[in-house]
C-alpha cells in the first residue's frame, strides 16, 4: 500500500511539468527561471507570497515544478523538509528556489536569506543542491540571490 501511495504523490509532483511541457525548457540563468516562473505559475497576478520549486535534472532541464507554500502579504513558511521531500521523490539532482514579493520590490528580506541559508545546507547535506534563489517583483524586476553573492 505504501508503494502505491508513493508513487501517487510522485505523479503529482510531476505532473506540472507534464502538463506544462517543461521537460524540454533548460535552465541557462536567472533570466530563465524568472521567465518559468511567471509563465507557469502567473505570479506577476498573486495578491500573497508563494514559495515554489524548480526540479532540475543533469543538464538543468525542469523535470517537476512544486508551489511549497502560499503565504500572506508579505510571508510564507518555508521548511527545508517541505522542500526536499518534492525534490527527492521527483528524483532531481539540484533545484531552484523561487518565490514572489507581492509589494513588487524584489529585494530580499532578513527571513528570505535565512530560509535561503537553511535550503542551502540541507541541500548540500541530501546531494541536491540549490543552484539559485530567484525573488520576483513587479513584471521586468527580479533578485537572483546567487547573482548577488548572497547564497
Known sequence: MAINVSFVKLEMVREPAHRYNLKTRTIHGPEDADQAAREI???DRQAQEVFAIFMLDTKNHITAVQEITRGSVNASIVHPREVFK?????N???IICFHNHPSGNPNPSREDLSVTDRLVKAGH???IPVLDH???GEPGSFVSLKERGMM
Open 86 to 90: 518534492a525534490a527527492v521523490m521527483a
Open 125 to 127: 547535506i541530501l546531494d
Open 41 to 43: 505559475l502567473k505570479l
Open 92 to 94: 532531481a539532482t539540484s
Open 134 to 136: 530567484v525573488i520576483i
